[in-house]
């Protein structure tokens, strides 16, 4: 069984810097997948980031040049570094650890961006 825990999540003013982390614990295969979702009010879940275990990166359109996603896997920790935050940005956002057909999701992280 996977386990993943987010912390990082609050308030930041627009233009503002926040790190979310998400640490994974249990059985996990050796080729995983480990990214961000987030969910705002009234819209379906999205992509934000991935990042496979063996370190390549995917973004969506909308955090290009802005967000980067990293993994420690020392750690089994996965981080997501969110700059030039704006007010569109304002969701939960949720850690994802896909591996051999399998989904685990956080319970979610709260961030708001206000203008």
């Known amino acids: 069984q996977v386990q993943l825990v987010e912390s990082g999540g609050g308030l930041v003013q627009a233009g503002g810097s926040l790190r979310l982390s998400c640490t994974v614990s249990g059985s996990m295969p050796r080729f995983n997948i480990t990214g961000w979702y987030r969910q705002a009010p009234g819209k379906q879940r999205e992509l934000v980031a991935t990042?496979?275990?063996?370190?390549?990166?995917n973004y969506a359109d909308s955090g290009e040049g802005r967000f980067t996603i990293s993994r420690d896997n020392a750690k089994n920790t996965v981080y997501l570094q969110m700059n030039s935050l704006k007010p569109e940005d304002t969701a939960v956002y949720y850690c994802n650890f896909w591996s051999s057909g399998r989904d685990y999701w956080g319970q979610g992280t709260q961030v708001t961006v206000s203008s």
């Open positions: 990042v496979t275990s063996g370190g390549i990166t």
